[in-house]
Protein backbone atom coordinates (compact mmCIF):
# COMPACT_ATOMS: atom_id res chain seq x y z
CA UNK A 1 0.00 0.00 0.00
CA UNK A 2 2.99 2.61 0.96
CA UNK A 3 4.56 1.67 -2.52
CA UNK A 4 1.52 2.45 -4.50
CA UNK A 5 0.70 5.74 -2.52
CA UNK A 6 4.70 6.74 -3.55
CA UNK A 7 3.87 5.35 -7.10
CA UNK A 8 0.84 8.31 -7.22
CA UNK A 9 2.59 10.95 -5.42
CA UNK A 10 5.66 10.72 -7.85
CA UNK A 11 3.38 10.25 -10.87
CA UNK A 12 1.03 13.78 -9.62
CA UNK A 13 4.27 15.81 -8.94
CA UNK A 14 5.85 15.07 -12.93
CA UNK A 15 2.26 16.52 -14.00
CA UNK A 16 2.54 19.73 -12.36
CA UNK A 17 6.04 19.93 -13.55
CA UNK A 18 5.13 19.37 -17.09
CA UNK A 19 2.83 22.05 -17.23
CA UNK A 20 4.60 24.61 -15.64
CA UNK A 21 7.02 24.00 -17.88
CA UNK A 22 4.52 24.20 -20.72
CA UNK A 23 3.55 27.49 -19.46
CA UNK A 24 6.75 28.81 -19.80
CA UNK A 25 7.72 27.49 -23.27
CA UNK A 26 4.19 27.05 -24.98
CA UNK A 27 0.95 28.86 -25.59
CA UNK A 28 0.33 31.75 -22.79
CA UNK A 29 -2.27 30.26 -20.00
CA UNK A 30 -4.49 32.78 -20.57
CA UNK A 31 -6.46 35.11 -23.64
CA UNK A 32 -5.30 38.36 -22.11
CA UNK A 33 -1.50 36.90 -22.45
CA UNK A 34 -1.82 35.70 -25.53
CA UNK A 35 -3.36 38.98 -26.77
CA UNK A 36 -0.53 40.91 -24.69
CA UNK A 37 1.66 38.19 -26.94
CA UNK A 38 0.27 39.36 -29.90
CA UNK A 39 0.73 42.89 -29.51
CA UNK A 40 4.45 42.61 -28.32
CA UNK A 41 4.40 40.92 -31.75
CA UNK A 42 2.69 43.65 -33.55
CA UNK A 43 4.74 46.21 -31.64
CA UNK A 44 8.42 44.60 -33.51
CA UNK A 45 7.02 44.41 -37.30
CA UNK A 46 9.31 47.12 -38.94
CA UNK A 47 8.46 50.10 -40.67
CA UNK A 48 8.49 49.62 -44.56
CA UNK A 49 8.90 53.56 -46.22
CA UNK A 50 7.36 53.61 -49.63
CA UNK A 51 9.84 54.24 -52.11
CA UNK A 52 7.70 53.98 -55.50
CA UNK A 53 7.53 57.51 -57.35
CA UNK A 54 4.69 58.42 -58.52
CA UNK A 55 3.16 62.05 -60.83
CA UNK A 56 1.32 65.04 -61.39
CA UNK A 57 -1.75 65.20 -61.44
CA UNK A 58 -2.41 62.57 -58.71
CA UNK A 59 -6.54 62.24 -60.41
CA UNK A 60 -6.65 61.57 -63.74
CA UNK A 61 -10.33 63.67 -63.63
CA UNK A 62 -10.69 67.58 -62.71
CA UNK A 63 -10.44 67.98 -59.32
CA UNK A 64 -10.54 71.84 -58.37
CA UNK A 65 -9.53 73.19 -54.65
CA UNK A 66 -8.01 70.49 -53.74
CA UNK A 67 -7.51 70.09 -49.75
CA UNK A 68 -5.07 67.30 -48.52
CA UNK A 69 -4.50 67.08 -44.84
CA UNK A 70 -2.64 64.02 -42.91
CA UNK A 71 -3.67 62.93 -39.29
CA UNK A 72 -1.12 61.10 -37.34
CA UNK A 73 -4.26 60.05 -35.08
CA UNK A 74 -5.61 57.89 -37.77
CA UNK A 75 -2.42 57.24 -40.23
CA UNK A 76 -4.64 58.84 -43.12
CA UNK A 77 -4.15 61.36 -45.90
CA UNK A 78 -7.84 62.81 -45.95
CA UNK A 79 -8.74 64.66 -49.09
CA UNK A 80 -12.05 67.11 -50.60
CA UNK A 81 -12.41 69.10 -53.47
CA UNK A 82 -15.03 70.94 -55.35
CA UNK A 83 -17.83 68.57 -55.82
CA UNK A 84 -20.65 70.47 -57.01
CA UNK A 85 -23.80 69.89 -54.19
CA UNK A 86 -22.43 67.75 -52.10
CA UNK A 87 -19.53 67.16 -49.60
CA UNK A 88 -17.21 64.06 -50.44
CA UNK A 89 -13.89 62.91 -48.00
CA UNK A 90 -11.51 60.28 -49.61
CA UNK A 91 -8.79 58.87 -47.74
CA UNK A 92 -6.02 56.19 -48.15
CA UNK A 93 -2.45 55.47 -46.32
CA UNK A 94 -0.80 56.61 -49.77
CA UNK A 95 -1.13 59.95 -51.29
CA UNK A 96 -0.52 59.24 -54.74
CA UNK A 97 -3.69 56.63 -54.71
CA UNK A 98 -5.91 59.13 -52.63
CA UNK A 99 -7.72 60.39 -54.82
CA UNK A 100 -8.06 57.35 -57.15
CA UNK A 101 -8.03 54.06 -55.23
CA UNK A 102 -8.60 55.52 -51.60
CA UNK A 103 -11.80 55.18 -49.82
CA UNK A 104 -14.30 57.88 -50.39
CA UNK A 105 -17.41 59.08 -48.66
CA UNK A 106 -20.38 61.32 -49.13
CA UNK A 107 -20.76 63.30 -45.85
CA UNK A 108 -23.10 66.28 -46.65
CA UNK A 109 -25.47 67.00 -49.83
CA UNK A 110 -27.08 69.82 -50.40
CA UNK A 111 -29.87 68.88 -52.72
CA UNK A 112 -33.15 70.24 -52.04
CA UNK A 113 -31.88 73.04 -49.89
CA UNK A 114 -32.86 71.71 -46.69
CA UNK A 115 -30.39 74.14 -45.17
CA UNK A 116 -30.71 76.98 -46.71
CA UNK A 117 -27.70 75.70 -49.00
CA UNK A 118 -28.94 74.64 -52.66
CA UNK A 119 -26.07 73.68 -54.27
CA UNK A 120 -22.53 75.00 -55.64
CA UNK A 121 -20.49 73.48 -52.68
CA UNK A 122 -17.24 74.85 -53.13
CA UNK A 123 -13.86 74.65 -51.90
CA UNK A 124 -14.49 72.46 -48.59
CA UNK A 125 -11.61 72.25 -46.23
CA UNK A 126 -11.52 69.89 -42.93
CA UNK A 127 -9.81 70.72 -39.62
CA UNK A 128 -9.74 70.47 -36.38
CA UNK A 129 -11.24 73.15 -34.06
CA UNK A 130 -9.96 75.18 -30.77
CA UNK A 131 -12.19 72.78 -29.29
CA UNK A 132 -10.07 69.32 -30.98
CA UNK A 133 -13.29 68.22 -32.83
CA UNK A 134 -13.04 68.04 -36.80
CA UNK A 135 -15.13 70.67 -39.02
CA UNK A 136 -15.97 70.76 -42.76
CA UNK A 137 -15.73 75.15 -43.72
CA UNK A 138 -16.42 75.63 -47.25
CA UNK A 139 -19.57 77.67 -49.28
CA UNK A 140 -22.98 77.25 -50.76
CA UNK A 141 -25.57 78.62 -53.14
CA UNK A 142 -28.44 80.01 -50.91
CA UNK A 143 -30.77 80.27 -54.36
CA UNK A 144 -32.44 77.33 -55.16
CA UNK A 145 -32.10 78.46 -58.70
CA UNK A 146 -28.95 79.84 -60.00
CA UNK A 147 -30.01 83.93 -60.72
CA UNK A 148 -26.93 85.90 -58.92
CA UNK A 149 -25.07 82.64 -57.64
CA UNK A 150 -25.54 84.48 -53.58
CA UNK A 151 -22.76 81.83 -51.72
CA UNK A 152 -22.85 81.71 -48.02
CA UNK A 153 -20.10 79.84 -45.55
CA UNK A 154 -21.35 77.18 -43.55
CA UNK A 155 -20.27 74.39 -41.14
CA UNK A 156 -20.31 70.62 -40.86
CA UNK A 157 -19.23 68.87 -37.55
CA UNK A 158 -18.18 65.47 -37.07
CA UNK A 159 -20.18 63.82 -34.45
CA UNK A 160 -17.25 61.73 -33.53
CA UNK A 161 -13.66 61.83 -33.50
CA UNK A 162 -13.55 59.42 -37.03
CA UNK A 163 -13.53 62.56 -39.83
CA UNK A 164 -14.58 59.32 -41.85
CA UNK A 165 -17.44 58.62 -39.53
CA UNK A 166 -20.76 61.01 -39.60
CA UNK A 167 -21.13 64.23 -39.69
CA UNK A 168 -23.63 66.88 -39.40
CA UNK A 169 -25.05 70.14 -40.46
CA UNK A 170 -23.83 73.20 -37.76
CA UNK A 171 -24.88 76.15 -39.08
CA UNK A 172 -24.26 79.32 -41.76
CA UNK A 173 -21.50 81.39 -40.18
CA UNK A 174 -22.55 85.13 -42.19
CA UNK A 175 -26.21 84.98 -43.71
CA UNK A 176 -25.35 88.61 -44.95
CA UNK A 177 -21.82 88.66 -47.17
CA UNK A 178 -21.39 86.76 -50.19
CA UNK A 179 -17.61 84.83 -49.51
CA UNK A 180 -16.20 81.88 -50.64
CA UNK A 181 -13.10 79.64 -49.79
CA UNK A 182 -13.18 79.81 -45.76
CA UNK A 183 -9.90 78.23 -44.13
CA UNK A 184 -9.15 78.27 -40.30
CA UNK A 185 -5.91 78.40 -37.98
CA UNK A 186 -5.64 77.40 -34.67
CA UNK A 187 -2.27 79.20 -32.68
CA UNK A 188 -0.06 77.66 -30.18
CA UNK A 189 -1.71 79.30 -27.81
CA UNK A 190 -5.64 77.92 -28.58
CA UNK A 191 -6.80 80.93 -30.39
CA UNK A 192 -8.54 80.39 -33.78
CA UNK A 193 -8.93 82.31 -36.77
CA UNK A 194 -11.01 82.23 -39.44
CA UNK A 195 -9.88 83.58 -43.39
CA UNK A 196 -12.36 83.75 -46.66
CA UNK A 197 -12.35 85.73 -49.84
CA UNK A 198 -15.18 88.16 -49.22
CA UNK A 199 -17.01 89.96 -52.57
CA UNK A 200 -16.47 93.76 -51.99
CA UNK A 201 -18.16 95.90 -54.75
CA UNK A 202 -15.09 98.47 -54.96
CA UNK A 203 -12.24 95.67 -54.82
CA UNK A 204 -13.89 92.76 -56.24
CA UNK A 205 -12.48 89.49 -54.15
CA UNK A 206 -10.73 90.71 -50.76
CA UNK A 207 -9.54 88.34 -47.75
CA UNK A 208 -10.61 88.67 -44.79
CA UNK A 209 -9.27 87.71 -40.98
CA UNK A 210 -12.02 87.31 -38.40
CA UNK A 211 -11.23 85.77 -34.90
CA UNK A 212 -13.37 83.22 -33.24
CA UNK A 213 -14.77 82.83 -29.92
CA UNK A 214 -15.41 79.22 -31.12
CA UNK A 215 -15.14 76.58 -33.90
CA UNK A 216 -18.09 77.95 -35.32
CA UNK A 217 -18.69 81.43 -33.70
CA UNK A 218 -16.87 84.50 -34.95
CA UNK A 219 -15.51 87.12 -32.47
CA UNK A 220 -18.01 90.45 -32.30
CA UNK A 221 -15.52 93.06 -33.18
CA UNK A 222 -12.56 90.93 -34.08
CA UNK A 223 -12.55 91.25 -37.81
CA UNK A 224 -10.01 93.11 -40.58
CA UNK A 225 -9.81 92.96 -44.20
CA UNK A 226 -6.26 92.00 -44.45
CA UNK A 227 -5.54 92.13 -48.32
CA UNK A 228 -6.90 93.63 -51.94
CA UNK A 229 -5.18 92.76 -55.19
CA UNK A 230 -2.79 95.59 -55.58
CA UNK A 231 0.45 94.24 -57.10
CA UNK A 232 1.11 94.09 -60.89
CA UNK A 233 0.75 89.83 -61.26
CA UNK A 234 -2.44 89.80 -59.14
CA UNK A 235 -4.36 92.46 -61.80
CA UNK A 236 -4.41 90.29 -65.16
CA UNK A 237 -6.84 91.91 -67.17
CA UNK A 238 -9.76 91.51 -67.60
CA UNK A 239 -9.40 90.68 -63.18
CA UNK A 240 -8.53 94.37 -62.38
CA UNK A 241 -10.92 97.02 -61.01
CA UNK A 242 -13.48 95.62 -58.89
CA UNK A 243 -13.17 91.93 -61.10
CA UNK A 244 -9.98 92.00 -59.18
CA UNK A 245 -9.48 88.35 -57.14
CA UNK A 246 -8.08 87.21 -54.62
CA UNK A 247 -9.01 84.01 -53.01
CA UNK A 248 -8.23 80.57 -51.61
CA UNK A 249 -6.56 81.54 -48.34
CA UNK A 250 -4.65 78.70 -46.56
CA UNK A 251 -2.39 79.06 -43.32
CA UNK A 252 1.20 78.31 -43.44
CA UNK A 253 3.15 77.85 -40.10
CA UNK A 254 6.74 77.53 -40.21
CA UNK A 255 9.13 77.70 -37.21
CA UNK A 256 8.23 81.21 -35.67
CA UNK A 257 6.61 82.88 -38.89
CA UNK A 258 3.12 82.37 -39.93
CA UNK A 259 1.81 82.96 -43.15
CA UNK A 260 -1.16 83.05 -45.52
CA UNK A 261 -1.12 81.57 -48.82
CA UNK A 262 -3.53 82.92 -51.51
CA UNK A 263 -4.69 82.56 -54.92
CA UNK A 264 -4.84 85.36 -57.25
CA UNK A 265 -6.71 86.62 -61.03
CA UNK A 266 -9.32 84.02 -62.26
CA UNK A 267 -8.82 80.05 -61.89
CA UNK A 268 -9.34 79.44 -65.24
CA UNK A 269 -6.49 81.88 -65.86
CA UNK A 270 -2.83 80.96 -67.25
CA UNK A 271 -1.76 83.33 -64.80
CA UNK A 272 -3.45 82.03 -61.89
CA UNK A 273 -0.78 81.98 -59.09
CA UNK A 274 0.02 82.44 -55.38
CA UNK A 275 0.85 84.83 -53.50
CA UNK A 276 2.23 84.90 -49.68
CA UNK A 277 0.99 86.83 -46.93
CA UNK A 278 2.85 87.17 -43.31
CA UNK A 279 2.18 88.05 -39.62
CA UNK A 280 4.08 90.57 -37.78
CA UNK A 281 3.31 90.45 -34.44
CA UNK A 282 0.62 91.74 -32.56
CA UNK A 283 -3.26 91.91 -33.34
CA UNK A 284 -3.87 89.50 -35.93
CA UNK A 285 -6.96 91.05 -37.18
CA UNK A 286 -5.58 94.02 -38.11
CA UNK A 287 -4.08 94.45 -41.59
CA UNK A 288 -1.31 96.63 -40.57
CA UNK A 289 -0.03 94.06 -39.01
CA UNK A 290 0.18 91.77 -42.11
CA UNK A 291 2.59 92.26 -44.92
CA UNK A 292 2.41 91.01 -48.49
CA UNK A 293 5.38 89.70 -50.40
CA UNK A 294 5.67 91.13 -53.44
CA UNK A 295 6.57 87.76 -55.83
CA UNK A 296 4.55 84.96 -56.43
CA UNK A 297 5.18 81.79 -54.61
CA UNK A 298 4.03 79.57 -57.14
CA UNK A 299 3.28 80.18 -60.81
CA UNK A 300 2.57 78.24 -63.96
CA UNK A 301 5.58 76.23 -65.42
CA UNK A 302 6.12 72.54 -67.17
CA UNK A 303 3.06 72.20 -68.84
CA UNK A 304 0.76 72.98 -65.73
CA UNK A 305 -1.08 76.05 -66.09
CA UNK A 306 -2.85 78.53 -63.59
CA UNK A 307 -1.69 76.57 -60.49
CA UNK A 308 -3.39 77.35 -57.47
CA UNK A 309 -5.94 77.52 -54.73
CA UNK A 310 -3.29 75.55 -52.43
CA UNK A 311 -3.01 73.72 -49.12
CA UNK A 312 -0.36 72.36 -47.09
CA UNK A 313 0.03 69.22 -44.74
CA UNK A 314 3.03 67.17 -43.55
CA UNK A 315 4.56 64.20 -44.20
CA UNK A 316 3.33 61.36 -42.17
CA UNK A 317 7.24 61.77 -40.11
CA UNK A 318 6.20 65.30 -39.58
CA UNK A 319 10.00 66.61 -41.20
CA UNK A 320 8.25 67.80 -45.06
CA UNK A 321 5.77 69.86 -46.36
CA UNK A 322 3.98 69.42 -49.17
CA UNK A 323 1.44 71.30 -51.51
CA UNK A 324 -1.80 70.23 -52.87
CA UNK A 325 -2.97 72.54 -55.86
CA UNK A 326 -5.08 72.54 -58.92
CA UNK A 327 -3.41 73.16 -62.56
CA UNK A 328 -4.91 73.54 -65.84
CA UNK A 329 -3.08 70.88 -68.57
CA UNK A 330 -3.13 73.08 -71.66
CA UNK A 331 -3.06 77.29 -72.36
CA UNK A 332 -6.42 78.83 -72.06
CA UNK A 333 -6.07 82.21 -73.42
CA UNK A 334 -9.80 83.00 -72.88
CA UNK A 335 -10.06 81.59 -69.58
CA UNK A 336 -13.21 79.70 -70.51
CA UNK A 337 -14.44 76.97 -67.90
CA UNK A 338 -11.79 73.60 -68.14
CA UNK A 339 -10.59 70.76 -66.02
CA UNK A 340 -8.56 71.54 -63.44
CA UNK A 341 -6.23 68.69 -61.90
CA UNK A 342 -5.18 67.92 -58.57
CA UNK A 343 -0.76 68.44 -58.20
CA UNK A 344 1.12 68.22 -55.40
CA UNK A 345 5.05 68.55 -54.53
CA UNK A 346 7.29 69.42 -51.91
CA UNK A 347 7.54 73.13 -50.35
CA UNK A 348 11.26 73.85 -49.09
CA UNK A 349 11.98 76.50 -47.02
CA UNK A 350 15.17 79.17 -47.70
CA UNK A 351 17.43 79.84 -44.35
CA UNK A 352 15.16 82.72 -43.12
CA UNK A 353 12.12 79.71 -43.04
CA UNK A 354 10.83 81.51 -45.84
CA UNK A 355 8.57 79.25 -48.50
CA UNK A 356 10.20 78.26 -51.43
CA UNK A 357 8.42 76.56 -54.64
CA UNK A 358 9.26 78.32 -57.70
CA UNK A 359 7.12 76.55 -61.13
CA UNK A 360 4.55 74.14 -60.89
CA UNK A 361 5.90 70.51 -61.27
CA UNK A 362 4.75 68.80 -64.41
CA UNK A 363 3.95 65.43 -65.06
CA UNK A 364 7.03 63.92 -66.44
CA UNK A 365 9.43 64.34 -63.01
CA UNK A 366 9.02 61.48 -60.39
CA UNK A 367 7.57 62.69 -57.22
CA UNK A 368 8.77 60.48 -53.88
CA UNK A 369 6.15 59.52 -51.43
CA UNK A 370 6.01 61.89 -48.55
CA UNK A 371 9.17 60.22 -45.41
CA UNK A 372 6.94 58.56 -43.36
CA UNK A 373 4.41 56.78 -45.64
CA UNK A 374 4.06 52.85 -45.31
CA UNK A 375 4.27 50.89 -47.92
CA UNK A 376 0.97 49.67 -49.54
Not at 51 to 72: C, E, H, K, L, W
Not at 204 to 228: C, H, N, R, W
Not at 251 to 258: A, K, M, P, Q, V
Request: glycine residues 10%; aromatic residues 14%; charged residues 20%.
Amino acid sequence: MFKKALLLLCAALLVLQTCACGNKTGTPASGDAAADASKGEQDMTPFIQNTTPFRNPIRGTSAADPFVTYDSVTGYYYALFTQGSYVEIFRSRQLATLMTEGERKIVYDAAGGADGVWGDVWAPEMHRGKDGSWYIYTSGRIEEEPVTYEKRLFILSALSDDPFGEWGFQRLLDKQGFAIDPTTYVTPEGKQYFCCSRVDPDFGQVLDLYEMTSPYTFASGKKATIAKAELEWELVPPYVGNAAILEGPFFLSHGDRLFIIYSANGCWSDRYALGVLEYTGGEMCDAANWVKHEEPLLVMGNGVFGPGHASFFTSPDGTEVFCAYHGMDHHNENSTPTARYPYVQRVTFDETGYPVMGEAVGCEVDILPPAGEPAP
